[in-house]
């Protein structure tokens, strides 16, 4: 836990934190940088991150976000960059952790640093989670969640996730994302099913090509549970049946 009060980074702290990424993240990960008021800021809420917890899953590490920051303004965070990269810095041992060589596998900066650019929002390793499990409850785990467990679940942003996040109209959707998640996640863990991630006929890709065209004549935020799935075409028999079978 963090001793001291939680301070999220400036422009100053994010460029150190991105110089620090760009040269292969070696070593301890500069959380001095939160701590260092030419690199960072007050948030304006007392706020302990536990920053040597450990989070089994990525629903899981939602809902402690959730929690840990219920003093918010949700909408007045969503966007503040500094507030998301600082938290990132905080656990980025789980979220880019290093190799038996010390090596790090370094992904993509808007992994760790909120981008600027909204289309990447959703890539966020940190307020992703919070952002999904806050919006779906339960059946965000479609997008947050594996098929089987892994090592390292956090550092994983998830394909599903990937095929439905430049999808606004979808992945806004608490209806969608509802019926989805009906569609292709087992009934008792809520994870993906194996297949759904895949480009095929009933693929989670097709579904968001399907609801575009269904968009035209239906409105799926006023359907009552079940009904969209009813209006799906053939291609996903192989998934609707079985979305029925355990209704």
């Not at 509802?178 to 009934?187: H, I, M, N, V």
């Amino acid at each position: 836990m963090m001793q001291t009060e939680f301070r999220k980074l400036n422009d100053e702290g994010m460029a150190r934190f991105a110089e620090w990424l760009a040269a292969g993240a070696t070593g301890v990960a500069p959380i001095h940088l939160l701590a260092d008021p030419q690199t960072s800021a007050a948030v304006g809420h007392d706020i302990r991150p536990v920053s040597r917890r450990v989070f089994g899953d990525r629903y899981e590490f939602g809902q402690y976000l959730i929690q840990l920051l219920s003093p918010f303004d949700p909408a007045a965070i969503s966007q503040d960059r500094g507030l998301w990269t600082a938290l990132a810095v905080v656990w980025f041992d789980q979220l880019c952790p290093a190799g038996a060589n010390g090596q790090r596998k370094v992904e993509k900066e808007y992994r760790y640093i909120l981008s600027r650019d909204y289309r990447h929002y959703y890539r966020h390793l940190v307020r992703s989670p919070w952002q999904l499990v806050r919006d779906h409850g339960e059946a965000s785990k479609l997008l947050l969640l594996a098929p089987t467990d892994g090592e390292h679940p956090l550092r994983r942003h998830g394909e599903i996730l990937e095929q439905l996040g430049g999808r606004q109209f979808v992945l806004g959707s608490r209806p969608i994302i509802a019926e989805a998640s009906r569609l292709y996640a087992d009934a008792t863990t809520g994870r993906p099913l194996k297949g759904v991630a895949g480009s095929g006929r009933g693929s989670v890709r097709r579904l968001a090509l399907v609801l575009r065209q269904l968009d035209l004549t239906f409105d799926p935020e006023t359907m009552i549970p079940g009904q969209l799935i009813g209006l799906l075409p053939k291609e996903f028999d192989r998934w609707t049946r079985a979305a029925q079978a355990a209704a």
